[in-house]
């Protein structure tokens, strides 16, 4: 079987027995390959003011990091996306940053065919400056009910980090966002 990117954008060509050619979208023939990666976060509820952050640390070794995200709550509240903020070290050398790291799924399930994902994410790091603000979307009660949409692409530097940070604007908000994330070596 092999792959070809077709004339048609975000598609993808494939030849199967020799003969059929197979258009799929691209996105979707990336999941079949093993490289998109998945990350949920539900946050317990938060109040007015309080927050929950995810630092994105793409890995060095990688030319891009693409990363979609879609956030939202039961209440009001902001999305924000920062590029280079200053994140406290953690002092061991085998966990040179803090907070706690998570892992993110595989959308393949078949673990042979699953690529390693090379890029870290941590929640709560402790930050001195959030760095440049990228976007903002507000979501909930009065704002934009549906938050960001998964269409929202971006591709990241992997010489720089990230905070993706969900505020509440109101009491009692349970927030989520999802994190859709691929390398690109």
């Known amino acids: ?100 790291e998570v892992t993110p799924r595989n959308r393949m399930r078949i673990t042979a065919r699953q690529q390693a994902f090379a890029s870290k994410l941590y929640h709560t790091p402790t930050t001195s400056d959030n760095g440049t603000l990228l976007i903002e979307a507000a979501f909930g009660s009065g704002k934009n009910t549906d938050g960001l949409h998964r269409e929202d692409e971006w591709v990241l530097d992997p010489s720089k980090t990230y905070l993706l940070i969900l505020e509440s604007d109101s009491a009692s908000n349970v927030m989520s966002a999802d994190l859709v994330l691929y390398e690109k070596a």
């Open 1 to 100: 079987m092999s792959y070809q990117v077709s004339a048609i954008p975000n598609l993808v060509a494939r030849v199967e027995d020799g003969c059929a050619v197979v258009v799929t979208p691209f996105d979707h023939a990336r999941v079949h390959r093993g490289d998109v990666w998945e990350y949920s976060v539900t946050t317990a509820a938060k109040n007015d003011g309080q927050t929950h952050v995810l630092h994105i640390v793409p890995d060095a070794g990688i030319d891009e990091l693409h990363f979609i995200f879609a956030a939202g709550g039961s209440g009001a509240g902001f999305a924000r996306l920062y590029e280079g903020p200053t994140v406290t070290l953690g002092g061991e050398p085998e966990a040179p940053l803090n907070g706690t």
